[in-house]
């Protein structure tokens, strides 16, 4: 009976008129969407493919390929709203402790899909959007590398929006990722001023700091000369111990000051570098975690959005209300500024009179 019922409303779903009418109301309420602020940013967690292949009792394969099939409907909602930045969770690195069956056919579907979707479908060069693999190329396989480099390939000259395809990723590894090019970045000695600290001037810091802790009445060593500025950090910070002359910086040149390194140069060294803040994630088959992903871009103004629906399911007429929502929360949120700088300036008149 739920079979009959399944295939009385996909007929109905399919005929003419009922699909030219979805299509109108579809335009139609995206176009309302488009009146008020869009999310420029949003990331997507689809899972519940193999729940969904399970619960219809079809191969698990065939579940990934209509995961596919709703990722499509997606990114068109998405990219006509005025979304400009689509982040997918494709595979992670923990997916490779799956069957081997499993693995190699998500790794194909991969090769296929992307290859579709760069070559033979218009969807992308419609909207404009390119697309970037994010994530550890060399646990890849080379056909499927060969294809996700294809993919990029072809639409590098789009740049009106952009689908970032995580494959295969995890936040953890990421992160590690940007830590480590950060710390080659500034092993590696260029033009500039000399750091404005020495490692005789931390030497002297952290031997003030512990008397002081230690409530010694010992006087600290008086001051030394900050004539090794210049030094490597692999050097000792013995101040008394003369560094040798290979550790010194080349004449001219001088190695980055790490105390310069904030969050901002951890952004810029993530595989997201340069894209618009994360302003939306969600996450479908109602599991309430983030799975190592995107735990970095996360930050206080992201909502966070969990979904009962498996992804294979996921629609427009699921992620209206999500949308809806964040509108209404960033227009609170909007009111809120608002009122704030209001209350300040106000503060500042009563203060100068």
Not at 107 to 112: I, L, R, S, T
Not at 128 to 135: E, F, M, Q, T
Not at 277 to 284: G, I, K, N, Q, S
Request: glycine share 6%; charged share 25%; hydrophobic share 40%.
């Amino acid at each position: 009976m739920p079979s009959l019922q399944l295939s009385t409303r996909a007929w109905l779903l399919s005929s003419p008129p009922v699909e030219w009418a979805v299509r109108q109301l579809r335009e139609l309420l995206i176009g309302a969407f488009r009146q008020g602020p869009i999310p420029q940013h949003v990331a997507f967690v689809m899972d519940g493919n193999r729940r969904f292949a399970r619960s219809r009792r079809i191969e698990t394969v065939e579940g990934h390929n209509l995961g596919f099939e709703a990722l499509a409907r997606i990114l068109e909602v998405c990219y006509k709203s005025g979304v400009t930045v689509v982040t997918i969770y494709a595979f992670s690195i923990e997916n490779f402790k799956r069957s081997k069956y499993e693995v190699d056919a998500l790794m194909d579907m991969a090769k296929v899909k992307l290859s579709q979707l760069a070559q033979h479908g218009d969807l992308l060069e419609r909207y404009g959007a390119r697309v970037r693999i994010l994530g550890q190329r060399e646990l890849v396989k080379p056909d499927v590398l060969e294809a996700m480099d294809r993919a990029v390939e072809l639409t590098q000259g789009n740049t009106s929006a952009v689908l970032n395809v995580c494959f295969p990723y995890t936040s953890r590894d990421e992160m590690a990722t940007a830590i480590r090019d950060t710390v080659a970045e500034y092993s590696v000695p260029g033009p500039g001023p000399p750091r404005p600290f020495s490692e005789s001037h931390i030497a002297r810091n952290m031997r003030a700091r512990h008397l002081g802790l230690s409530g010694s009445s010992q006087p600290p060593s008086p001051p030394t000369s900050d004539v090794d500025d210049s030094l490597s950090s692999s050097t000792t910070l013995q101040p008394d111990t003369p560094p040798s002359p290979d550790t010194r910086e080349p004449a001219g040149l001088a190695y980055p000051d790490p105390e310069g390194i904030t969050a901002r140069t951890l952004d810029d060294h993530m595989y997201t570098a340069g894209c618009p803040p994360l302003e939306l994630l969600v996450r479908t088959s109602g599991v309430e975690r983030l799975s190592d992903f995107m735990l970095w871009q996360c930050h206080q103004d992201t909502q966070i959005v969990f979904l009962d629906c498996l992804w294979p399911e996921f629609d427009l007429w699921h992620f209206l209300p999500v949308l809806v929502e964040w509108q209404w929360r960033r227009r609170k949120l909007g009111e809120r500024d608002r009122m704030v700088r209001a209350a300040s300036r106000g503060a500042g008149l009563v203060k100068v009179a």
